[in-house]
């Protein structure tokens, strides 16, 4: 019989087994998709039975930086459980898929699964570790950055966030960048300045806070005024460059910057595990 390209396809996403397997196994079972699951299973195959069906929400998020901070490629990898991410082999395919992410400026996951890898493909490599595994695994997503200045990383112990930090020029102590990138992570800014916040967000805040003091007794015209106020406290908590600085409070980060002598922050990426 003839065996459609679509089956063939839901039966490799169901299982993880290759193209030519699946078509093998669907001819073998006339069509019957449970039939051919059974065919690859008693064929010795590890079958991912029903993993397109299951979330992928454990992983880790590898980095390959350029020497000189120039460039840099992330690649979230996915897969079913803690225990997996934190096997010895699925870390080295994360790392290399960060490279090979950064050596073809591959900067999105459709695109990067298609890049040839070990003789044959991403996604059939991703298909390996499904077998072999038993669990889904996937790629996520893929990141690429390139500066004039400098980027430095920080990955959090787990690898299941990560910070790239863009400097506006070289850093004479990269330690300086090590601090503003574990700030990052750790006080979760959504802006490198002010001026980068969108104006809706702003707008949602000031209604907030004029509301807050409304609901306080203050007169309508006076709380607008005093939600001026709240917002520069807004600014002071979500955007970078003027948050505290967590390891002195009486500075700011770009206080900090200015008193080692180092370049300023351009931008800055916080990946974190199964939310870019």
Do not use: W
């Not at 669907?26 to 590890?46: F, H, N, P, T």
């Not at 454990?58 to 990898?77: P, T």
């Not at 750790?186 to 000031?206: F, Q, W």
């Amino acid at each position: 019989m003839s065996i459609s390209a679509a089956d063939v396809k839901k039966l490799r996403d169901i299982t993880g087994a290759g193209m030519m397997d699946c078509k093998k196994a669907l001819s073998e079972s006339g069509g019957d998709m449970d039939a051919a699951i059974e065919y690859l299973r008693k064929k010795g195959q590890k079958v991912a039975e029903k993993r397109a069906d299951r979330d992928a929400k454990e992983g880790v998020i590898a980095v390959h930086l350029a020497e000189d901070g120039s460039k840099v490629a992330a690649v979230e990898l996915n897969c079913e459980t803690d225990f997996v991410a934190r096997n010895e082999e699925f870390m080295a395919n994360a790392a290399d898929f960060a490279k090979l992410a950064f050596e073809n400026d591959s900067a999105d996951a459709a695109s990067f699964k298609a890049l040839p890898y070990n003789g044959s493909t991403v996604e059939k490599q991703l298909e390996t570790l499904v077998g072999k595994i038993g669990e889904k695994i996937d790629v996520r997503s893929v990141k690429l950055h390139t500066s004039s200045g400098q980027i430095v990383s920080y990955i959090h112990p787990g690898s299941k966030l990560a910070v790239l930090v863009d400097f506006e020029g070289s850093l004479k102590n990269e330690e300086v960048g090590k601090d503003v990138a574990m700030q990052v992570a750790a006080m979760s800014p959504i802006a490198t300045k002010r001026e980068e916040v969108d104006a809706s967000v702003l707008d949602k805040e000031r209604e907030i806070a004029k509301e807050q003091l409304i609901n306080e007794g203050k007169p309508e015209n006076i709380a607008e005024k005093a939600a001026e106020g709240k917002l520069r406290r807004f600014f002071e908590e979500r955007v970078l460059l003027e948050q505290k600085f967590v390891k002195d409070g009486s500075i700011t980060v770009a206080e900090y910057l200015k008193q080692q002598g180092e370049p300023t922050v351009k931008t800055f990426l916080r990946l974190q595990l199964g939310e870019n």
